[in-house]
């Protein structure tokens, strides 16, 4: 048989279900996926309703791998080498695998699943193709002009091999098998490999193929399937691509329309026809034929490639699963489409890349489908915005006769706003929607920090004041100190701002700091962002030390020394790491300040340097010294230049 079972109860279910859709409301159908599997290469492929699995023939990995009808992997199982062609018993309790190059065919539980029994078919016989009806195993073995048909007789105490049982065709290659409960003593055999085509119908009700009926395709077969009424096979071929042959003569019953050549075919239990095919010019790779074949396809386009004879229907006939290998890929993906049956609709919805808020827009965009719909189709608008993130329904507009539509409106929230159009589909149509996205400019907002470029001592308190205009609804302020240096960014303040739209903080100096005051914004008024630097002097003091008295020589008071005693000189800045002082000393000669010498000293980690002067014979010398800090030279940029005040000494003997 092929690879699906359905019941009689079964199939009165899905008649009536189908009739449900028809005079019944449709409701949107759930979206189709793309899932990726970890495959190597599909060797063939088998749905199984019972346990709602899908079964892939791992070829290359020389496993059968098991997922669920979402795609999502359940089990491998492995140690199957070069496995092929898979086939499920009609109570779905058995998967058989043929095993090419272990010269055998399995059987795998589906309820497990693993290999539960082994069925060896001869030395050298390489089975390739398999199909299972009534007891009996249907094989293909053998690799180009030498291939055969065989069978593994399942109704003995010990299962039985028979070979060489082909009549009536030369195959070129194992042929594909198909069998189905609806066709009981039937078996059909087709060779792909071969422009002749070679279709032939046997009667297996004697234990033996003998050949009911045959012909040539004049095109290569790559895939055929038994109709659910057990009359008549659909074979998808490179010559007369899609077509329906009767099972009493092989003759043509009707012809289904698809771009190009017929690579697989895959027959509903409900009798919906679908085929895949090489796609040229991507106008689509899979058609759907739910209404026979004069009825328009339903087309989808994977814009990948389909392995030969893969594409398989859920039992219920409701979802249709497509493996593909991706363009320029090794990797293969599942496509599941979940309404395969309707026609494809697709919305594509325009509108401008940017707008300004509270100003008209227009909205526009055209509906297609393989199978048109009328002017005048309602489509539904849903708008989605920051302030309704859930949407907000714009009501309906009609599609015009050409197939467009057009509408205006004003957004009035800022940020991302999008248009959803949907069309709600139908009996004949599949739901679709389509998007498109406009960047909406908020409302200016005025924001203004006060301070910028004040320049102040160290440890100063500072007053900042964050003033913010008309805003929406959002009036919170944020006010932030980032020091120069590697003091971390701080929050000073985060507050509503009062009914005059101010905001203030007041903070100690100690750095030069750039704050800054932070709108976030709201639905409506946009984000502001200022800032305000202000300069912060270096913090330094100077003093002497070991002098014996103080003098006063005009205005000016002197630390007075000895000649023998040397002046010490403490100098403090606030510390930073590295940080050096600058001192400057001056001597009074000939009625002027004149520099006798000046340098830098490294700080402490307390910030503090020591200087000392020699005094020797340097009786009535009256000089001057000062320490400070000088932005960018004394080792870092952290303040800004300070020195503090000229301290005045002088020596006597």
Known sequence: MRKRTLSAATSLAVLFGSAAIVTGTVTPAAADSIVPLNIGTIGDMVVDGAHQRLFFSDTFNNRVVVTDFAGRFVKAVDNLPAVRDLDLSADSATLYAAVQFADKIVAIDTAQPAVTAEYPTGAGTKPSTVAAAAGKLWFGYGENWDSELGSVDLTTATPTVALALTTGADWSAPPTLR?????????????????????????????????RTSTNRDGFVKDIEIAPDGKSVVAADRATSLTRLSLADLSE????????????????????????????????????????????????DTKAWLPYGRMEWAPDSTRLFVPVQEPGQSAYTLRIYTSPKLHTVSVTVKAPATAPINKPLTVS????????????????????????????????????????????????????????????????????????????????????????????????????????????????????????????KRLLKRGTVDSAGRLSVTTRMTRDTWVTADFAGDTRSGRAHVGSTVYTKAGVTTTLSRHYKWSKIGTIWYQTYHQTTDPLVTAWNNPYPGRRTKYEIQVWYQGAWRTGGEDYVTLNGGGMAYIAFDGDGAAGIRARVRTGYVDGTSGDNVNTTSFGAWKYFTFTR
């Open 253 to 300: 019953q009707e012809h289904f329309p698809v771009s190009w050549n017929a690579e697989e075919v895959a027959v509903a239990p409900d009798g919906t026809v679908a085929g895949g095919t090489w796609d040229r010019d991507d106008v689509g790779d899979v058609f759907v034929f739910a209404g026979g074949s004069s009825t328009p396809a339903s087309v989808r």
């Open 365 to 488: 965009g055209s509906v297609a489908s393989t199978l048109g719909l009328p002017a005048g189709t309602p489509l539904t608008v849903t708008r989605y915005d920051a302030e309704n993130p859930g949407g907000k329904a714009l009501g309906t507009r009609k599609l015009a006769t050409n197939g467009t539509f057009s509408f205006p409106d004003t957004p009035a929230a800022a940020g991302k706003v999008s248009y959803k159009v949907a069309y709600p589909g139908d009996a004949k149509h599949a739901y679709s929607t389509g998007t498109a996205a406009v960047q909406v400019a908020p409302f200016p907002t005025y924001l203004r920090l006060d301070q910028n470029r004040r320049t102040v001592a160290y440890g100063t308190d500072v007053t900042y004041t964050a003033s913010l205009g008309w805003t929406y609804r959002n009036r919170t302020v944020e006010i932030w100190a980032d020091p120069y240096g590697s003091e971390p």
């Open 179 to 211: 069998t189905d409960p609806a066709a009981p003593d039937t078996l059909v055999a087709a060779d792909g490999t071969i422009s002749s085509g070679p279709i032939v119908v046997y009667d297996t009700g004697s234990g033996t193929p003998v050949v």
